[in-house]
């Protein structure tokens, strides 16, 4: 049962909430503590001897430095850094060191190796990476990316941190279903590659530059498929994830080719599940055939990874996939495949053994530990006292600062999409509104906004606070929680029927979408549509429901429904989510979030299994598909959907109508007629620039994301379209803006094959851009 609360002004909501802010407000200061240090190898000022050694010396390479570590160690002392929580060797000056941090969005306490016990209490805490997102900025994932990892190295400074993260997760968001699909970039390889990027850019870019120093480790997961955590008894530890060639390398394995290739990542981390029947964290075609071989070179340069394991997926391997008869043959197979580091202990515990049965030699274990002590090196581990390094100056004070909260909010406005807004309902002008009713079990919550692998927030503002910062609000539950197995329906339209207007802050929470917890269905939990339904229709002014999710959710009863004037979804949109969502309703802010999912029918996931991997449609079996690239049937709302409170135009003003590849007379498809070409050749260097006139026709600034998204010829089961470019831009009221895209004939303008190869499709291509098309032609 929820009970009416007049609040006024900044009044928190309660005197529970009162005393909850005095406290987030007292950790949301630099703490005044004393500040430890963390212990670091080759401290020769505490043990002078260590001078002799090579692995001190700063002035040899990293490979040297290296080589010179791993030939001072006993077998026992390497297999001690085999693991994440790796033993020290205090006779040579090494201690004790957790390679398991995670910095999703925000430095987290998750795996231990950083923790909120000491100097720092608290870090900034951005949106889910699901909400940032969808402001499909570039500079903003690499500042958001930035400011983390300065964060992270201010607590290592302390003894609060490691310096290896194991984020970002660049999974597809194939289905909605999906619980961990919060933490990715969405259902786009394009969007997701270049998130990848340039967060990866932001954790490990240093000041210099300098690709052979890292500030910190990023690590690019989870590789690969793997996007099925716990459905109708389908299980992450046993899937099998079925998966052809041609999906593979269309799909799945274009955010980790971006992540090594063009982000330069430190480290990929192997999932959970099997691949075509076998373990990934076994599979040599994946880890060593892919990751060290296909791709290993970036930009020419040869630059040493290590690759992780999932925690415990060797483990999992051995006792719940049966894929071995022994534990030491799971240590085996998977080291031999190119795992370096297993995340928990079981290869420390049966790794001797391994060796001892001569499944391994030790010689494997010297390549592993390299692998690993190589990514200390770059990350300074191995130079002495942090605080005589690089970044040695950073502590508490340079944690949760003003600016980096600040960040924090304008990347939850940049996210938030408004989906709906009749006769422009919103903004809301704060001196119309004497009274503001907000409901739901969402409006006041704190945790729910942070969604999952955070650490402890800076502090919170919750929906309602921020709300009430610019008018007065009386606020209802209307559900106990987001489950909303009963609703307070009588309070909740009384409420309405008396306020000026309504907001409505529903959605879901880690108990519905979670690691190891995937949906059942795409509705609003229990009663909550009734709910909404309910106050709609009591409300005497305009209603504004506001989802928070991970996932998308059928609303098409909302999206219907006159009654309700406005729709945003808003993620989980970080410590700072109360604030942004207030300067979106009342105008403060422009959306110009775009959604990077479909949101389906909850007919859509009646059709189709989560565990069926395939991408493209089959007629045949009636299977429809999935992600806008290949899904045709009706959606709720589609990928790149998202509405302005100003207008955009676009205009074409420059791109080619034919592109000729320039084959030379001998070439056979000069004697037949061939539908496409192999993506290598002379051609490849060809390139050419569309050009495009943005005009903002409101009356407010705003800023737009132009998206270019390129329909192919219908050959080797292409996509329907797919996103080549976008870019953001922010033109002033009635200004215009050129943007320009470079388009690469054999990397924009090729599908993959049924066989896994990349295709120039020959015949007509049609660009969109809005409501643009345009066509241009591929020949011989």
Known sequence: MSYPQQTRGNRAPS???????????????????????????????????????????????????????????????????????????????????????????????????????????????????????????????????????????????????????????????????????????????????????????????????????LKVAAC?????????????????????????????????????????????????????????????????????????????????????????????????????????????????????????LNCDHFTGQHAMAAVKAGLVNESDVDTAISNNFATLMRLGFFNGDPKKQPYGNLGPQDVCTGENQELAREAARQGIVLLKNSNGSLPFLPSAIKTLAVIGPNANVTDTMIGNYHGVPCKYTTPLQGLVETVSATYQRGCPNVACTEADIDSATSLAASAD?????????????????????????????????????????????????????????????????????????????????????????????????????????????????????????????RTYRFYTGETVYAFGDGISYTQFNHRHIKAPRLVSLGLDASHPCRSSKCQSLDAVGPYCGKAFEVQLRVRNAGNREGSHTVFMFMSPPAVHRSPVKHLLAFEKVRPGMKEKTVVRFEVDVCKDLSVVDETGKRKIALGKHVLHVGSLKYSLYITI
């Open 501 to 625: 207007a309504v907001v409505l802050v529903m959605g879901t929470d880690l108990s519905i979408e979670r690691e190891d917890h995937d949906r059942l269905d795409l509705l609003l939990p229990g009663k909550q549509q009734q709910l909404v339904t309910e106050v709609a229709k009591a409300a005497k002014g305009p209603v504004v429901l506001v989802i928070m999710s991970g996932g998308g959710l059928d609303v098409t009863f909302a999206k219907n429904d006159k009654k309700i004037t406005s729709i945003m979804w808003v993620g989980f949109p970080g410590q700072a989510g109360g604030l942004a969502i207030a300067d979106v309703i009342f105008g403060r802010h422009n959306p110009s979030g775009k959604l990077p999912t479909t949101w389906y029918p909850q007919s859509y996931v009646e059709k189709l299994p989560m565990s069926n991997m395939n991408m493209r449609p089959d007629n045949s079996t009636g299977y429809p598909g």
């Open 220 to 340: 690019c997961k989870h590789y690969t498929a793997y996007d099925v955590d716990n459905w109708k008894g389908v299980h992450r530890y046993t899937f099998n994830s079925v998966v052809n060639q041609q999906d593979m390398d269309d799909t799945f394995q274009p955010p980790f080719r971006s992540c090594v290739v063009n982000g330069n990542v430190a480290s990929v981390m192997c999932s959970y599940n099997q691949v075509n029947g076998k373990p990934t964290c076994a599979d040599p075609d994946l880890l060593s055939g892919v990751i060290r071989v296909r791709l290993i070179y970036f930009f020419g340069v040869y630059v040493i990874r290590y690759i992780v394991s999932d925690c415990d997926s060797v483990e999992v391997m051995y006792a719940s996939q049966y894929y071995t008869k022994t534990p030491e043959e799971a240590v085996a197979k998977s080291m031999l495949a190119g795992l370096d």
């Open 15 to 213: 005197s529970v909430s009162t005393l909850l802010l005095s406290i987030l407000c007292l950790i949301s200061k630099p703490s005044n503590a004393q500040s430890s240090s963390p212990e670091f190898a080759c401290d020769i000022t505490r043990n002078p001897s260590l001078a002799g050694y090579g692995f001190c010396n700063t002035g040899l390479k990293a490979e040297a430095r290296v080589t010179d570590l791993v030939g001072r160690l006993t077998l026992e002392e390497k297999i001690g850094f085999l693991v994440s929580k790796a033993t020290g060797v205090s006779r040579l000056g090494i201690p004790d060191y957790n390679w398991w941090s995670e910095a999703l969005h925000g430095v987290s306490d998750v795996g231990g190796g950083s923790n909120f016990t000491g100097p720092v209490p608290g870090a900034t805490s951005f949106p889910q990476v699901i909400l940032t997102a969808a402001s499909f900025n570039l500079s903003l994932f690499q500042a958001i990316g930035k400011v983390v990892s300065t964060e992270a190295r201010a607590m290592y400074n302390v003894g609060a941190a490691g310096l290896t993260f194991w984020s970002p997760n660049v999974n597809i968001f194939r289905d909605p279903r999906w619980g961990r699909g919060q933490e990715t970039p969405g259902e786009d390889p394009t969007l997701t590659s270049k998130y990848a990027v340039a967060y990866v850019k932001g954790l490990q870019g240093t000041d210099g530059g300098d690709p052979n120093r």
